[in-house]
């Protein structure tokens, strides 16, 4: 069972078209990132959310963390052809007193193919 | 922001040689690094935590004699893949977590090594 539901995997649209990537989970989380990824690259972090119901802006994207903290969204507006990647949420668990303090649980990924 | 720089970016190897993968913390002091897996068009993996001066904790069905990890200082964690065969190959990415920001969790990502067995 996934822990962090990641949806859609896959999303090829048009350029100048908006696009929306949920993260969903029954666990509550500590934060969540948003990383990118490109072919033979390492993610890159775009963004953390830490609170219930924050909303960051980064140019045309916009990441909102549930209220439960227990989801997330990735909203991309006016999609461009350099937006194509790999998007993967992930979230932290927070301090269990255990091995899983650190950990981040990676969603399944959304691979983005924006057309010119 | 911070920097995590990984060695080599592509090793190609025969099969049963033993190959390291360099995970460096450039501008901070991890005291723990990840190691993850990814296959092609799939998420990350995680296969083990990497602990400065202590053993390494390995994910379920890591095989810890076949993929052992070293963490000797507060920048420097290795992975070595022993008697590598073709199924190993992979890209094998690291991330060091950031202790200053440890509320957030926050890690960060090197480039990634791309491990191809012959």
């Known amino acids: 069972t996934q822990l962090l539901e990641q949806s859609p995997q896959f999303l090829s649209i048009q350029e100048g078209e908006n696009l929306t990537v949920y993260c969903n989970s029954s666990?509550?989380?500590?934060?969540l990132q948003w990383y990118r990824q490109e072919p033979g690259e390492g993610p890159v972090l775009l963004v953390t959310v830490v609170t219930g119901g924050e909303v960051k802006k980064l140019k045309r994207l916009t990441f909102q963390f549930g209220d439960a903290r227990k989801d997330s969204s990735l909203h991309i507006t006016a999609a461009q052809p350099g937006d194509t990647g790999l998007y993967l949420c992930a979230g932290s668990l927070g301090w269990d007193g255990g091995t899983s303090y650190g950990k981040l649980t990676f969603g399944q990924g959304t691979i983005l193919t924006v057309h010119p | 922001g911070a920097v995590v720089s990984q060695h080599p970016s592509w090793v190609i190897c025969k099969s049963g040689t033993s190959v390291k993968i360099e995970c460096r913390s450039l501008?901070?002091?991890?005291?723990?690094m990840f190691w993850y897996r990814q296959f092609p068009k799939q998420s990350l993996m995680l296969m083990a935590t990497?602990?400065?001066?202590?053993?390494?904790?390995?994910e379920q069905g890591v095989e810890k004699d076949k993929f052992l990890i070293n963490h000797a200082s507060l920048t420097l964690s290795t992975l070595t893949v022993t008697s590598a065969h073709p199924e190993d190959s992979s890209f094998y990415i690291c991330?060091?977590?950031?202790?200053?920001?440890?509320?957030?969790?926050?890690?960060?990502f090197g480039a990634g090594t791309r491990l191809s067995v012959l």
């Open positions: 666990s509550v989380f500590s934060s």
């Open positions: 990497s602990n400065e001066g202590s053993k390494a904790t390995y």
């Open positions: 501008d901070f002091q991890a005291t723990t």
């Open positions: 991330s060091a977590r950031n202790p200053t920001v440890l509320a957030k969790n926050i890690q960060y």
